[in-house]
């Protein structure tokens, strides 16, 4: 893993992205998250390894506008490892990316769900929690269930557009000579 004041930028850039984005959707309410596009980047373009960091560090700046983020890091690990170990989320085919996406997705919604459910009581600052709110007060079934059956559809929905996003921007030639300079 070599370090360079280029890769270290867009680090900087991605953490900002993710910041915004998330940003964004808690303060809209949104039922998808938005807050791992930064992370994905930086797995596409260097690695898992810069993916994690990625999200690592986007974690603790979402804690600022948001504290809860910070009980969420190992989903963002999650999306920056997962982005940058299967190359396949990378190619440029949107077809692909419909059965492409769970590869990320599920083992998200496994970890969110566990950490809104354990830590949280299923109650957090994401558009999502209302959707969670609304099922458990007419179904009586584990909040675990709820709230897993909301993250593997939101997740899914969320990585779905993150990813189609990032491919579409990773392999546009005007990003590809940014990135071999």
């Given amino acids: 893993m070599k370090i360079s004041s280029k890769k270290i930028t867009f680090i900087a850039l991605c953490v900002a992205i993710n910041s915004v984005s998330a940003w964004i959707a808690v303060v809209l309410k949104l039922p998808v998250y938005i807050d791992s596009i930064g992370t994905i980047m930086a797995g596409f373009s260097f690695g898992p390894a810069f993916g994690i960091v990625t999200g690592i560090i986007s974690a603790f700046a979402n804690s600022m506008g948001d504290p809860i983020a910070i009980y969420f890091m190992p989903t963002q690990v999650i999306v920056g490892f997962t982005a940058g170990y299967f190359k396949f989320l990378k190619r440029d085919e949107i077809i692909s990316k419909f059965y492409l996406t769970p590869a990320m997705s599920i083992p998200v919604a496994i970890s969110s769900a566990l950490i809104a459910t354990y830590l949280f009581g299923t109650v957090t600052t994401a558009g999502s929690s209302y959707i969670v709110q609304a099922l458990r007060a007419i179904m009586d079934i584990s909040d ?18 993150s990813v189609l996003l990032v491919s579409k921007i990773y392999n546009m030639n005007a990003f590809q000579n940014i990135l071999n300079r």
């Fill in 144 to 161: 675990f269930i709820i709230v897993f059956v909301v993250q593997i559809i939101t997740d899914y929905v969320d990585k779905l557009i």
